[in-house]
């Protein structure tokens, strides 16, 4: 049932490039050389005075990485929320839409779908309970979101990084077990921005093993927390993780992940003692058509992609839904509380 190794592509050998370099990330340094140049011009803008960070009424947190692929934002963002949400926070959140059709800002409600708002701005609105804009300009969206709920106190931005306009209080910075990569700007390695020392209003969360950069940070722990059928997904139901371990009963299962490194999800399951055939998807898969087999007997699938996929699309198919728990840790929530004292006391 499992697909045939496809052939790698130029694309995949400049990912590997940008992990440690080589020959095609070599000649295309000069090109990274015109971007960190435009990088600079463009921060030089911005303490001329060319162009301004504009303002908010609220602060604005913003979840972000130096580097690009899935990092591990989103299930930061979602910890955050909930972190905020029991020190009595009201926060909403703001985001590109990553994917979606077209670039206006748009408010995300349960009736919205992936290609309306994107996969990761719907699955923060569904599993965050939090109200959420999306627009290329995230500013707009933050104005936007602000007006339909006046009561919010502050803004969480999903990614962002990078986009100065916006007004940001603290960042999380977020990397994964690639670190710097090769330490090159794009395109000849992975880097966004060039590495710069860590400012007081900065955090770094490390979603993976350890840490995989020389800056202090708080190391994740990623686990899984069970399983729930779709239709039972899609009603707010929480996953069990007895749910899940029936599944190493199961026959005939697929495990499918449309996420940015699917042999992550693979692995966790594994450890869990399941059997499975496997699906890795492109990240962000549109899932406008079914993509297992025909005769398939089972799925388990992502959050990020349950979003994709409403229960009457699947039929009488059994298919369930993996849920991730992902913790910063103690550490990191006490530095979060001293970063919020701050952040309100000069609000």
């Known amino acids: 049932m499992s697909p045939s190794p496809r052939r790698p592509t130029l694309a995949d050998r400049l990912q590997r490039e940008w992990l440690s370099g080589g020959p095609l990330s070599a000649a295309l340094l000069p090109l990274s050389g015109l971007y960190r140049a435009l990088l600079s011009l463009r921060r030089l803008a911005y303490r001329i005075g060319l162009k301004r960070v504009q303002a908010l009424p609220v602060p604005v947190i913003v979840v972000g990485n130096w580097i690009v692929g899935g990092a591990g934002k989103t299930p930061t963002t979602l910890a955050l929320l909930a972190l905020l949400r029991a020190r009595g926070l009201r926060a909403g959140v703001i985001s590109r839409g990553y994917g979606r059709e077209g670039d206006g800002v748009r408010l995300v409600t349960r009736a919205s779908t992936a290609r309306e708002v994107g996969d990761e701005p719907l699955l923060i609105h569904l599993r965050g309970g939090v109200p959420v804009a999306v627009g290329r300009d995230r500013v707009a969206a933050a104005r936007a979101l602000l007006a339909a709920e006046p009561g919010l106190q502050l ?191 000069a609000a």
């Open 155 to 345: 803004l969480v931005s999903d990614d962002g990084l990078q986009h100065w306009r916006l007004p940001r209080r603290l960042s999380l910075l977020v990397f994964d077990e690639r670190g710097l990569g090769n330490g090159r700007l794009l395109p000849a390695g992975p880097l966004r921005q060039p590495p710069q020392p860590l400012a007081p209003e900065q955090l770094v969360v490390y979603n993976a093993a350890g840490p995989s950069t020389p800056l202090p940070g708080f190391v994740a722990e990623r686990r899984l927390a069970g399983a729930v059928t779709l239709a039972d997904w899609w009603a707010g139901r929480p996953a069990r993780m007895e749910v899940l371990l029936d599944l190493r009963a199961r026959p005939g299962l697929l495990a499918v992940a449309g996420i940015a490194r699917p042999q992550r999800f693979f692995d966790m399951l594994s450890g869990l003692g399941l059997a499975f055939d496997t699906l890795a998807l492109p990240d962000h898969a549109d899932f406008a058509e079914l993509p297992w087999p025909a005769g398939t007997a089972a799925v388990v699938l992502t959050e990020k992609d349950a979003v994709k996929l409403p229960p009457e699309r699947v039929g009488a198919l059994p298919v369930w839904v993996v849920a991730l728990d992902f913790s910063p840790g103690a550490d990191f929530e006490a530095a979060l509380d001293q970063q919020l004292q701050k952040l309100f006391a």
